[in-house]
């Protein structure tokens, strides 16, 4: 049996949350661009739990971007997917199952441009939001009267013109627009994206200023882990409690959050955020946004190269050893915590830690650490740079695990062959391919230079960290150090060195 909204009067398992019926009638009032798992498992999870309570009470008309892949399953299914949540929370393990009917219908831009922009003509959708990734966001000479527009900033701004035009530009008649891609200021930047467009397009000054005065463009941040289908063995067994079969079926973590920047206003069109303690809307969403980059993504930073090195192939397995879990528990507790460039009490730090190691031990997400090695060398410096910076600017103490992960990082990115453009380094008699920008500037490091030179050559490069790590007091040191050990001894002897260590801060 599949999963549609005929046969969820089929469905007889106690294991499954069922929508009930008049949720089906409920308006669209959210636009939102892009049909992917992490927007099915947090925003629209979001919507779909307060229309369940009935706080919302509004669906959403998806817009299928891209021309990869159809909407055949969600046509097929009435838009209805399952929302596996599998994890721990507070020590406990956590498994629920929920029928999402938070969207409406799935329309796609190449076919059904036209039934897209009748869209603008619905007074009751007030809301637009997106995931088009990070490479959606950029500004591309786009003709919006194109259908489609080849951008989604063209496509948006497409649309908000049939809407400037469908209500006479009224004050009302604006957006709350709310982009989830993984850039900083994610909303300043596309709105600084679609008015450049607008004067690219000749568009008259009434509408531009319509589009600034009118229509909110909120910064966001958004985290949790979701997957798309598992593998096939999860898969029939999940099918086979639930007693039917699901095309769109996804996993995720249970932790959630959705951080909009905005005021009450703001608050008062995104009303879905009552239902869930996981949207936040606030004039100022920078200590969420520090709390996940330094601990939770810079955690993954700073240990990647560590664990990789060490034959772990997902963070949930590292954490089933006993001293690797904690060399990353002393790490955030620490060394990370006390380093965070932003004003954050120390029992916001100490909570969202241990949140973190709750997902990190999550036995359902298979989070690849080789993963987690992409574009390794911008990650450093976003995320764990200014860390070491603001370290030293209140201590003399050199983190020494700190240290630890950088020397991993460098040992990581030793490539021991070139083929063409890319770079292979080796672990345990394996070859893996380093996929970073910088590999062959890191490929001359490593030529012709002992461990101190090349550490000293690294550190003192400025083009790429804009500092001068080199003098920093002792850091130098201890990285080469770790570096010469690492290389004679291997990289889980490292670890067992420093599986107690502590920084005194």
């Known amino acids: 049996m599949k999963l549609s909204r005929y046969n969820l009067k089929n469905i007889t398992s106690e294991k499954v949350a069922l929508p009930d019926e008049e949720i089906f009638e409920l308006p669209e009032k959210v636009l939102q661009f892009g049909t992917g798992v992490l927007l099915r498992g947090l925003p629209d999870y979001f919507i779909d739990a307060a229309n369940k309570v ?30 596996c949540e599998r994890g721990i929370q507070d020590g406990n393990k956590v498994e629920e199952d929920i029928i999402c009917s938070a969207v409406s219908r799935v329309l796609n831009a190449q076919d059904e441009w036209t039934e897209i922009l009748k869209c603008a003509h619905n007074p009751e959708l007030q809301i637009i939001i997106s995931n088009t990734t990070e490479v959606g966001i950029q500004l591309v000479k786009d003709d919006i009267r194109k259908h489609p527009p080849v951008s989604f900033p063209g496509k948006l701004l497409a649309f908000l013109y ?12 604006g957006f709350v627009i709310v982009p989830t891609e993984l850039i900083l200021e994610n909303g300043k930047k596309l709105e600084s994206i679609v008015l450049e467009l607008a004067h690219l397009n000749s568009l008259e000054d009434e509408f531009i200023e319509w589009l600034e005065n ?41 932790y959630s959050l959705w951080a909009i920047e905005g005021d009450e206003k703001i608050k008062n069109i995104l009303s879905f955020a009552d239902a869930d303690e996981g949207v936040v809307i606030e004039p100022d969403i920078d200590l969420y946004r520090e709390l996940k980059l330094r601990l939770l993504n810079g955690t993954h930073t700073l240990t990647c190269g560590l664990a990789f090195l060490s034959g772990f192939d997902t963070v949930q397995q590292a954490m089933e050893d006993e001293k690797f879990a904690l060399f990353i528990e002393n790490l955030m507790r620490n060394e990370i915590a006390p380093s965070i460039p932003y004003e954050i009490d120390d029992a916001t730090k100490q909570s969202f830690i241990s949140k973190v190691l709750d997902r990190f031990r999550n036995p359902h997400i298979a989070h690849q650490w080789k993963s987690i090695t992409l574009n390794y060398t ?19 103490v050199v983190p020494s695990l700190f240290s630890l992960g950088f020397a991993a990082y460098l040992y990581f990115m030793k490539a021991i062959k070139q083929e063409g453009k890319e770079y292979f380094g080796e672990t345990n008699g394996n070859e893996y391919l380093i996929e970073d920008p910088s590999a062959d500037k890191f490929y001359q490091f490593w030529k012709n230079r002992n461990v ?7 550190l003192k490069d400025i083009s790429i960290w804009e500092h001068d790590l080199s003098v920093l007091r002792g850091f130098k040191e201890a990285v080469s150090k770790n570096l010469k050990s690492i290389i004679d001894n291997g990289m889980k002897a490292q670890i067992e060195t420093y599986h107690s260590t502590k920084t005194v801060v």
Do not use: W
Request: one cysteine or more; charged letters at 30%; a negative charge.
């Open 378 to 396: 911008s990650k450093m410096k976003m995320r764990c740079i200014p860390l070491l910076i603001y370290h030293y600017k209140n201590n003399d």
């Open 54 to 83: 009935g706080i919302f009470n509004g669906r959403i008309v998806v817009v299928k971007s891209t021309s990869k892949g159809d909407t055949t399953a969600f046509d097929k299914q009435d838009g209805l997917y399952t929302l």
């Open 162 to 173: 049939e809407r400037f035009t469908a209500f006479n530009g009224s004050e009302d008649s």
């Open 452 to 458: 101190d030179e090349m550490v000293n050559e690294v």
């Open 214 to 254: 009118s229509n909110y463009f909120c910064n966001s941040l958004v985290d949790r882990i979701v997957t798309g289908m598992p593998e096939k063995e999860t898969r029939n067994k999940i099918e086979k409690e639930l007693g039917y079969s699901d095309d769109l079926l996804i996993i995720s973590e249970v």
